[in-house]
C-alpha cells in the first residue's frame, strides 16, 4: 500500500479555519470535476468554455476580499488559496478569474467612485459583466509606468482615447475593458470604464500562443473612442494607483504559481510511482526520487512563502516589494519544478493527456506576466538598496 500523494508536506492547509476549508475543498472539487475533464481539448482549439462561467459564478468567490457590492469580504489568503486550486487543474481559467475578480473589478474596487462600485461590482461578482485589464501596449510592456502612449483627452463631450492595447486577457469577450491612458494635458495616467459597444473600440483576438491557450487575449485598438465623465474612475489619478491594483493582483499570481507547481507534481509522483522500467516502478529509482524531492522541497517553500504574503496582506502590511518578491521567486520555482515533472515522464511528459505539457507551457506566461522576472526583481531590489535601477 502506497502513501497517498500529500503536496502539502507541512500541513500548511491546517492553519485554514474550517470554514476556509471547506470552500478550498468546495473549489477543488469543482475544479476536478468540471474543469479538468475538459481543459486540454479546449487547450488544444485554442477556445475558451464559456459553459463554465455560470458555473463558477455559483462558488461565489468573484470579488471575494472586497467589502460590500455582493462581495463576500473574506481574507486574501483565502483568495490566495483559491487562485492556487484553480491553477492546481487549469492555469488558464486561473488566469481569466484572476483577470475578472483581480484585474478588472480591483481597479473598481480600489480607483473607483462610489457610484461605479454601485454601478458594476454587483453584476462583476455574478459575473454577469466580464471586465478586462487594458495596460499593456504594443510597443510598451515592462515600462508602462512613464511610457504609456494611449492618449485621454478632456473635451466638452467627455474624454477621447486613442491608442493600441496588446495581450488583454478576455478582451475579445469582455463587456467593459480597464483602459489605462496618458492625459495629454497633466502628463498623468488615468485609468477608463471602456464598453465593448464603445465607437472606435475594437479587438482582434491573437492567435497561436503556446501557454495560457485558453485565455482569449486580445490586441485592442481604440481610435477617437468617446468616454464620459461618469465612466473615468474617479480615485485613479497617476500611475501610482494603477499600482495599487498591480500589488493585489501580484500576490494572487504568486499563489497561482504555486497551484500551477502542485497540480505538475503531483501528476509527476503519480506517474513515476506507476510506470514501470527494468522491472521496477521508476519512483524507485534514486536519481527520480531526488527529482521529486527537489520539486517538493521548491513547493514547500512557495506554499510556506505566499501564506505570510497574505498574512501581510490581511494585517495591511504588504508593500509592493514583497508581492514582488513572492511573484518573482515563486514563478521562477514554478518554472523549475513543471520542467522537473516533465523530464520524469519522459516522452508522455510531452503529451497533453499526460497532463504535465500544458503546465510547462503555462508556467511561461506566468513567468512574465505582471512584471517580467527582471522588473519584480528591480522593485525589490530599489526596495533593499535604496538605488532604483529602472531609469
Ligand atoms: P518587454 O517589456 O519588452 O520585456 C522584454 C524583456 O526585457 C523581458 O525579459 C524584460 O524583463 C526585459 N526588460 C525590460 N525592461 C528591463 C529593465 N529595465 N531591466 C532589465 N530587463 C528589462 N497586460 C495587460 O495589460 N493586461 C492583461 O490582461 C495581460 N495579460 C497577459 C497575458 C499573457 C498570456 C501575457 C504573455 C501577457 C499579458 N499581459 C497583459 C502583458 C504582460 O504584462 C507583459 O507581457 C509584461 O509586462 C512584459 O512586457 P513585454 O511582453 O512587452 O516585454
Redesign the pocket.
Known sequence: ELPPINADFYNVDEKLSPEDRALQLKVRNFMEKEIQPIVNEYWLHDEFPFEIIPKIAELNICGLTYEGYGCAGRSSLMEGIIASELARIDASVA?FFG?QSG?AMGSIYLCGSEAQKEEWLPKMQQMKVIG?????EPE????AAGGLTTTCRKTENGWILNGQ?K???NATFSDITIIWARDVDDDQVKGFIVKKDTPGFSVEKIKD?M??RI?Q?GLITLNECIIDEKDRLQEANTFKDTARVLQMTRAGVAWMAVGCARGAYENALDYTRKRKQFGKPIASFQLIQNHLVEMLSNLTAMQTLVFRLSELQDSGQLKDEHASLAKVFCSLRTRDIVSKAREVMGGNGILLEYNVARFLADAE?IY????????NS?IVGRSITGFS??V
Open positions: 488566469t483577470v484585474l478586462a485589464f487594458g495596460l499593456t510598451v510592456g515592462s515600462g492595447k495581450w488583454i486577457g500562443k501557454a495560457l485565455v487575449n506566461a512574465s506576466y505582471e512584471g517580467t522576472k527582471e522588473i528591480l535601477a529602472f
